[in-house]
Each structure stands twice: as C-alpha cells, then as structure tokens.
C-alpha cells in the first residue's frame, strides 16, 4: 500500500468515525436536550481555545464535565503529562460507553454533583482544573448550583475552571464564583461559543465569613 492510500484510507476512516459519533450525538441530543445542551460534538476550534487555556506541563489532576462522545477527552489525554488523574463525567449511558470503550484506564462516573466524593474516594487533595461542557443554562437551576459548588469545593485555591456556553446568561454566576475570569469567544463552532477562563474558586465558608 502506497503512503498516499494509507493517509486516504485514515482519512476516510476519521470522517466515517465522526459522522457516527455526530449521529449519535444528534440521536442524544434529541431524546434529552436538557442533559446534551446541543446538536452537535465541539469543534476543534472550540477544543483548543478551552484546553489551550490550561496549564499541561503543571496539571497533575483534572476533571471533565459533560465529556459527550468524548471530544475534549481525547484532546485531554493527548495534552496531560503522564500520571495526571483524570475524572471524566458523563451522565448519558450511551455516550458513556463509547467513551469507555476508547478509553479503557479512564475513570468515568455519571452526576458531576458527587465530584467532592469522588475526589475524596481518589485521595486527592482537590483538583488542579475542571474542564465542563455542561448546558448549564438549561439544566435545572438547582443543579447548576449544586454542580458549581461542587467545582468550587474541589478546585485548589490557584485552580482552574474553563467552560464554554452559548450565551452569556452564566456570566454573572461564574463572576460571583470566581475572583478572575477571563471571556473569550470563539465562531467557528456549531453554534458559536464563549468560553470562561475562571480560576480563584470562592467557597461558601469563605464567603460566610467575609459577610460576618
């Protein structure tokens, strides 16, 4: 076989790969919008605006919120150093599976809600980035909460929380959660996203005691 078919043969192997992975996403998508948030996987584009944020070369432990057909874990594992603890989240069944078929070593678990238990369960003494895909904006609010508490609880004090959302409505959440944060947006992605480099995670005590 010539290198020339062999670079078309992985080609055509690639986009057969990613329209299987866009159908199934699309096939989610339309059974639980409120958990899958949009019709469509993340773009590459999208991919490395949100991951080239982090930090690699420092990161020892990570977290993934809404890893969907498994984009961004893909992209997460080619980047991390070796022996970086990654915690994926996924609460789709099927989307589940695919990503532990790919990726046999990875630790998946479903509600982002019980992350602070999970980290404890891992023994780490938090997290140096949390990396989300969730649809917050149309989640139930009181899940939203709980999860950004989660996040907040877990991150260490210099850690990082990047998320993209397709519209500016969690802005003032993140604000309010966060010491800094940093906006971008990014076009070429279906639709086009902002993502929010947050890093200074508020807790609750901290903030209980700052009122006193």
Same mark, same amino acid.
């Given at each position: 076989?010539?290198?020339?078919?062999?670079?078309?043969?992985?080609?055509?192997?690639?986009?057969?790969?990613?329209?299987?992975?866009?159908?199934?996403?699309?096939?989610? !998508?339309?059974?639980?919008?409120?958990?899958?948030?949009?019709?469509?996987?993340?773009?590459?584009?999208?991919?490395?605006?949100?991951?080239?944020?982090?930090?690699?070369?420092?990161?020892?432990?990570?977290?993934?919120?809404?890893?969907?057909?498994?984009?961004?874990?893909?992209?997460?594992?080619?980047?991390?150093?070796?022996?970086?603890?990654?915690?994926? !989240?996924?609460?789709?069944?099927?989307?589940?599976?695919?990503?532990?078929?790919?990726?046999?070593?990875?630790?998946?678990?479903?509600?982002?809600?019980?992350?602070?238990?999970?980290?404890?369960?891992?023994?780490?003494?938090?997290?140096?980035?949390?990396?989300?895909?969730?649809? !917050?904006?149309?989640?139930?609010?009181?899940?939203?909460?709980?999860?950004?508490?989660?996040?907040?609880?877990?991150?260490?004090?210099?850690?990082? !929380?990047?998320?993209?959302?397709?519209?500016?409505?969690?802005?003032?959440?993140?604000?309010?959660?966060?010491?800094?944060?940093?906006?971008?947006?990014?076009?070429?992605?279906?639709?086009?996203?902002?993502?929010?480099?947050?890093?200074?995670?508020?807790?609750?005590?901290?903030?209980?005691?700052?009122?006193?």
């Amino acid at each position: 076989m010539s290198k020339r078919h062999f670079h078309l043969l992985q080609q055509s192997r690639a986009l057969r790969a990613n329209f299987a992975q866009s159908m199934v996403f699309l096939r989610r !998508f339309a059974g639980a919008p409120r958990r899958i948030g949009s019709v469509t996987p993340s773009s590459p584009y999208l991919t490395r605006a949100m991951l080239d944020k982090v930090d690699w070369a420092k990161t020892r432990s990570v977290a993934e919120l809404g890893a969907g057909t498994g984009v961004f874990t893909r992209a997460i594992v080619r980047r991390m150093s070796p022996g970086t603890k990654l915690l994926v !989240f996924e609460v789709d069944p099927e989307l589940q599976r695919m990503i532990a078929d790919e990726h046999l070593d990875i630790s998946l678990y479903g509600d982002a809600r019980e992350l602070p238990k999970i980290v404890r369960g891992h023994g780490l003494d938090g997290l140096d980035c949390v990396i989300s895909s969730l649809p !917050f904006t149309v989640l139930p609010s009181e899940v939203t909460q709980d999860i950004l508490d989660a996040v907040c609880e877990v991150l260490k004090p210099e850690g990082r !929380f990047v998320a993209y959302q397709y519209s500016k409505i969690m802005k003032g959440s993140f604000e309010k959660r966060f010491e800094r944060m940093r906006t971008s947006f990014v076009l070429r992605n279906i639709p086009p996203a902002f993502v929010y480099d947050c890093t200074g995670p508020q807790r609750e005590d901290s903030e209980s005691e700052g009122r006193r």
